[in-house]
T-cell receptor, first 107, second 116 residues
Framework: LAKTTQPISMDSYEGQEVNITCSHN???????ITWYQQFPSQGPRFIIQ???TKVTNEVASLFIPADRKSSTLSLPRVSLSDTAVYYC????????FGTGTRLQVFP | EAGVVQSPRYKIIEKKQPVAFWCNPI?????LYWYLQNLGQGPELLIR????????DSQLPKDRFSAERLKGVDSTLKIQPAELGDSAVYLC??????????????FGEGSRLTVL
């Protein structure tokens, strides 16, 4: 099973770009990379998913290098409401969440 | 469209008592998951259903935990008897198909259990 490693916590200020990198050295050929966001007292919420290169949606971008052994979630111009825990998952039959990255955005 | 609905949102019981959690997935979602989340940790998978079949229950402590998904729609997770260490948030999630490749799950708000 692919295991993911990401920083425990990160701090940022409003308006800055935040990049959270996740390592997944044992990713399988047919695995996708998915990121979730979780606020206190809520279930995780899907942010973005990709297989290779770059994916962008209205809230984030996901960068995946050619070897796919890592990925970077990019949040442009964060606001206070982006303070949350961000989880990187490598999709398979077992969707294993790690401990996530706790992002704190300051004014 | 309604999301994943869970109840109760909060439950406080004494140890050795039974407790049950209910989940109504998004309409048409064939795959249903129960996760357990301890404070400060990521969710841990307990069981996964494909329609009414439990296809992965390897992480479910079967001595005290049980789950069912009758008719492949709603699901119930039961703990009997509850122990102090069972205090956690129990999350239900659903997806349209088995997310072997897509991984997009829709989560409910969770049921927070406190065992005294």
């Amino acid at each position: 099973l692919a295991k993911t490693t990401q920083p425990i916590s990160m701090d940022s200020y409003e308006g800055q770009e935040v990049n959270i990198t996740c390592s997944h050295n044992n990713i399988a050929t047919n695995d996708y990379i998915t990121w979730y966001q979780q606020f206190p007292s809520q279930g995780p919420r899907f942010i973005i998913q990709g297989y290779k290169t770059k994916v962008t949606n209205e809230v984030a971008s996901l960068f995946i290098p050619a070897d796919r052994k890592s990925s970077t979630l990019s949040l442009p111009r964060v606001s206070l409401s982006d303070t949350a825990v961000y989880y990187c998952l490598v999709a398979a039959d077992k969707l294993i969440f790690g401990t996530g990255t706790r992002l704190q955005v300051f004014p | 469209e309604a999301g994943v609905v869970q109840s109760p949102r909060y439950k406080i019981i004494e140890k050795k008592q039974p407790v049950a959690f209910w989940c109504n997935p998004i309409s048409g979602h064939n795959t249903l998951y129960w996760y357990l989340q301890n404070l400060g940790q990521g969710p841990e998978l307990l069981i996964r259903y494909e329609n009414e079949e439990a296809v992965d229950d390897s992480q479910l402590p079967k001595d005290r935990f049980s789950a069912e998904r009758l008719k492949g729609v709603d699901s119930t997770l039961k703990i009997q008897p509850a122990e102090l260490g069972d205090s956690a948030v129990y999350l239900c999630a659903s997806s349209l198909v088995s997310p072997a490749n897509t991984g997009e799950l829709f989560f409910g708000e969770g049921s927070r259990l406190t065992v005294l």
